[in-house]
């Protein structure tokens, strides 16, 4: 997998929107982008992901410029609620490339305050 | 549909001895894997398994011990216990374990080593 750089914390307050960006400069062709969520005392669950340009659900938004060499979580007017550990994964299908082996790395901490 | 399950919640055992932690997921997933979380460390990879009978060693292997007999049980075994091991072990597990593939994580399981 491609190796990823996260802040390792981010504060803010409620109401605010949050970006996390995420470095990935070795990122292969056939790389996807992964966002994992993980609240206190719970094991992360997936949020988002996307190849390139911009992707949105119900929870976030992935924007992922051209040349893909990184990549920003949003999350649109947070609450207490959101405060969590977001992980960035990078890596291929099953199809282009190696299974196993995912590094989940620190992740990056955020504290919404009230 | 469980899931994946974990047990136990919460286990204290005293240095030098062994235990079993389990791991089950009634979802067909070929693919499990075993993390171990520690504070300001993030998600570290234990083992991993990309099917019955296939394991695999992750970042942090020594002390740990893994066996994959069928697809849906995938048990984490410490031989000697000691205090380094001290965490919060979680087991996830997706279709094939390409990084696109969403992780489902179990509860975890808090273990203290005396």
């Known amino acids: 997998l491609a190796k990823t750089t996260q802040p390792i914390s981010m504060d803010s307050y409620e109401g605010q929107e949050v970006n996390i960006t995420c470095s990935h400069n070795?990122?292969?062709?056939?790389?996807?982008i992964t966002w994992y969520q993980q609240f206190p005392s719970q094991g992360p669950r997936f949020i988002i992901q996307?190849?390139?340009t911009k992707v949105t659900n119900e929870v976030a938004s992935l924007f992922i410029p051209a040349d893909r060499k990184s990549s920003t979580l949003s999350l649109p007017r947070v609450s207490l609620s959101d405060t969590a550990v977001y992980y960035c994964?990078?890596?291929?299908?099953?199809?282009?490339?190696?299974?196993?082996?995912?590094?989940f790395g620190k992740g990056t901490k955020l504290s919404v305050k009230p | 549909n469980a899931g994946v399950t974990q047990t136990p919640k919460f286990q204290v055992l005293k240095t030098g001895q062994s235990m079993t932690l389990q791991c089950a997921q009634d979802?067909?997933?070929?693919?499990m894997s075993w993390y171990r979380q520690d504070p300001g460390m993030g998600l570290r990879l234990i083992h991993y398994?990309?099917?019955?009978?296939?394991?695999d060693q992750g970042e942090v292997p020594n002390g740990y011990n893994v066996s994959r007999s069928t697809t849906e049980d995938f048990p984490l075994r410490l031989l000697s216990a000691a205090p380094s091991q001290t965490s919060v072990y979680f087991c996830?597990?997706?279709?094939?374990?390409?990084?696109?593939?969403?992780?489902?994580f179990g509860p975890g399981t808090r273990l203290t080593v005396l």
């Open positions: 994964l990078v890596g291929p299908t099953h199809y282009g490339g190696s299974q196993g082996n995912l590094i």
């Open positions: 070795n990122i292969a062709t056939n790389d996807y």
């Open positions: 979802m067909n997933h070929e693919y």
């Open positions: 398994s990309v099917g019955a009978g296939i394991t």
């Open positions: 996307g190849y390139k």
């Open positions: 996830a597990s997706s279709y094939t374990g390409a990084s696109t593939d969403t992780q489902y």
